[in-house]
RNA sequence: GCCCCCGUAGCUCAAUGGACAGAGCGCCUGACUUCGAAUCAGUAGGUUGCGCGUUCGAGUCGCGCCGGGGGCACCA
């Protein structure tokens, strides 16, 4: 926010030095910490080390405290500064208070939910998350990728890029076969009431089926007769399938469509807006079709009849030591693999959809096959390959162990959605019994989902979480309803304060700033970073930390600071406009972390 | 065997190579006739798994161990 300031303070440092010939390492710059004040702040430790290596002989520490006092001697009077310190080897440079805060408060009441925007990329980016297999139910470990493609893709998107939102479920496979084939033996014309119901109906006909088709211990020669003969049925549908059998294919899409429809009725909820859907079944055609192409071009090995379509990575990459190893792009029988549909994705992405990164936010178990995929894709010469990023996170997993579809441990998020919105609701009789009945739904939705998505955004996506119901709807501490608590107070604060005129004029910070206010207002200038940071990293994580500490730091405001009783009242109207940018920042925040900011709560 | 990720307070987790390693939970103490206590203020808690190295400076980078998790050609 402060970068013309910041730029001619460096130059101002550069023709110093070049006047007294000192050879400028370059500058870096950070807030300055501890410190009640604002600044901006630069050390000289690698000029100083700079010369130690050029022969002579000083002490680095000793050498950048020299420096930092030459510099600031040299430096005299700046505009919007008010102090100037050499310290420990650091050169500080203080704003002047009174400035600074009417800046950074001003710029956010003008530029309201746009403040922090990052001036437009020229670059498209594609987020593909959000994408369960069908013929499944949405679990919390689907809900983690959801909601982390999700906050990505707003990140990149507020920070300037072209944003497409893609899912690509899976809707094929021997899991979903098995679920159209005990569908068909035992329950045809069957169909449960309810989007959810029906949907979750399919993960129960999966956990059964799955049971019918495995081996058993001291199975009886009936019973092992029996499963086989099962198990022939199933392979049987497959093949029917694959031929294109209209009826088997019939039952195939209508079942399908009782997974997308729970999907996309979920997604309604997260308020996830997906731009485009590819199918797996939709990429298999053109897929068969790209291996042609990379046997032309010498990439792929064709070892048929008797082996697959092959690629050796590594060796084709000229790579000494196993890497990325060699995989498959076609069975001997001449089907396609996930490999081999991947690829096909990533071409239609890159040409049909000009896409120039594309970012996979997938199961960090899938670690190697994206990083084949990348490679391959190097190999076919698509220069976009070096900007693909494939966000991995850690598994989901219970306090009980690893979630298994096929042994029904999975822990819906339906059905913790719906624990949270009714733990909220009876915290809200608890503690605010005169909020109205009509708002008391959404209320409890807002802040039950914002748990959730807290929950989830504020571990690193590299590391693993195990999910307990209780930690995960916590409503105190660092959790999401503090930040939204910190947004109604803001609120109500504003609220309460009557005032019209709130944005009128920009306020003026003339008098002695308590170190709290410091504290918000240096958190609000620091928002702008964070987005570009969260962006830039590809962690959602960043902006989850920042969220956090801004409504700590107005939560701490609010206690020790009177807003509407303030003794004065262009105090009272300063402090006004601080609390009104405070809830718009602590807005801005939270809508990217994909979490409602309510009035009331 | 090879590759990837992780190891920080009792627990769960933070920390662009930079100044004094920070939060939450839990423990203990205090603050509601005062803008909403889903809050705030405070106490206690650390050889950042171990060792060597690079650097003026290492939780962060490199190498080697130890411990945990994941992955390694016709599954997705």
Same mark, same amino acid.
């Given at each position: ?30 807030? =300055? &910490? ?26 680095? &520490? ?16 700046? !505009? ?7 310290? %420990? ?10 400035? +600074? ?9 003008? $530029?309201? #939910? ?15 998350? #959000? ?42 496979? *021997? ?21 959810? $119901? ?51 294919? $019939? ?14 009725? =979920? ?11 590819? +199918? ?56 396609? @693999? ?10 239609? %992405? +890159? ?16 670690? @190697?096959?994206?990083?084949?995929? +990348? ?11 070096? %900007? ?30 719906? !624990? ?15 909020? &109205? ?19 989830? *955004?504020?571990?690193?996506n590299n590391k693993d979480i195990v999910f307990d119901l209780d930690e995960a709807l916590g409503f105190e501490g660092r959790t999401g309803p503090y930040i939204q608590n910190a947004h109604v107070r803001a609120a109500s604060i504003l609220r309460k304060s009557k005032t019209e005129s709130l944005e009128v004029e920009p306020a003026t910070f003339d008098y002695e700033l308590t170190s709290h206010e410091i504290q918000l207002i240096e958190l609000l200038s620091r928002f702008p970073a964070a987005v570009e940071q969260a962006a830039d990293e590809y962690r959602p994580l960043v902006m989850a930390t920042y969220a956090y500490n801004l409504a700590s730091a107005f939560h701490s405001f609010y206690h020790a600071v009177p807003v509407l009783q303030a003794e004065r009242e262009n105090i009272r109207d300063a402090r006004l406009q601080l609390v009104a940018a405070a809830k718009q920042t602590l807005a801005n925040a939270l809508a990217l972390l994909g979490i409602t900011?309510? $009035?009331?709560?």
């Open positions: 926010m402060f970068d013309r300031e910041q730029q001619a303070i460096e130059s101002k440092i550069r023709a110093y030095c070049a006047d007294n010939d000192i050879p400028l390492a370059d500058l870096k710059w950070t807030p =300055i &910490p501890f410190s009640g004040e604002w600044g901006t702040s630069t050390s000289f430790f690698q000029t100083a080390a700079n010369e130690a290596r050029s022969g002579k002989k000083v002490n680095v &520490p000793q050498r950048a405290q020299e420096l930092a006092e030459s510099v600031k001697a040299g430096l005299g009077e700046i !505009e919007g500064i008010s102090r100037i310190e050499a310290v %420990k080897g650091y050169l500080n440079l203080y704003f002047s208070t009174a400035e +600074f805060a009417q800046r950074v408060v001003a710029t956010v009441l003008e $530029e309201k #939910a746009d403040f922090g925007r990052g001036r437009p990329k020229s670059e498209r980016v594609m987020v593909e998350y #959000a994408q369960p297999n069908t013929h499944h139910s949405f679990h919390i470990g689907h809900y983690r990728n959801a909601i982390l493609g999700e906050v990505l893709s707003r990140l990149v998107e507020f920070a300037g890029f072209e944003t497409i939102r893609a899912s690509y479920p899976g809707d094929l496979g *021997l899991g979903v076969i098995t679920v159209l084939w005990i569908y068909d033996k035992f329950y045809r014309g069957q169909e449960p009431e309810g989007i959810h $119901e029906r949907g979750q109906w399919l993960l129960k006909l999966y956990v059964e089926a799955t049971d019918l088709l495995t081996e058993k211990e001291n199975e009886t020669p009936e019973e092992k007769a029996q499963r086989e003969a099962y198990d022939a049925e199933r392979r049987e549908l497959y093949r029917r399938w694959d031929a294109g059998d209209p009826e088997v294919r $019939e039952l195939w899409r209508v079942t399908r469509e009782w997974s997308l429809d729970e999907l996309r009725d =979920i997604l309604r909820m997260l308020d996830i807006d997906i731009d485009v859907w590819f +199918f797996e079944s939709e990429v298999d055609e053109s897929a068969k079709e790209i291996v042609d192409e990379l046997i032309a071009k010498g990439i792929a090995d064709d070892e048929r009849p008797e082996g697959a379509v092959i690629v050796k990575i590594d060796e084709k990459l000229g790579l000494k030591k196993e890497k990325y190893r060699t995989n498959v792009l076609l069975r001997s029988d001449g089907t396609t @693999l996930y490999l081999t549909k991947d690829l096909a994705l990533a071409k239609i %992405k +890159f040409e049909k959809y000009g896409v120039d990164r594309s970012i996979y936010v997938v199961d960090v178990r899938q670690s @190697l096959h994206l990083q084949q995929t +990348f490679a391959i894709l190097k190999l076919w010469g698509f220069p976009q390959a070096e %900007k693909c990023y494939h966000l991995g996170y850690g598994f989901v997993s219970l306090p009980e162990g690893a979630m298994s579809a096929r042994r029904g441990r999975v822990v819906l998020f339906k059905d913790v959605a719906d !624990e949270a919105v009714r733990r909220v609701l009876a915290e809200i009789a608890q503690k605010n019994p005169d909020l &109205p009945e009509a708002q008391r739904a959404d209320v409890a939705r807002a802040v039950g989902l914002g748990a959730l998505a807290y929950a989830m *955004l504020s571990v690193d900011a309510p $009035e009331v709560m």
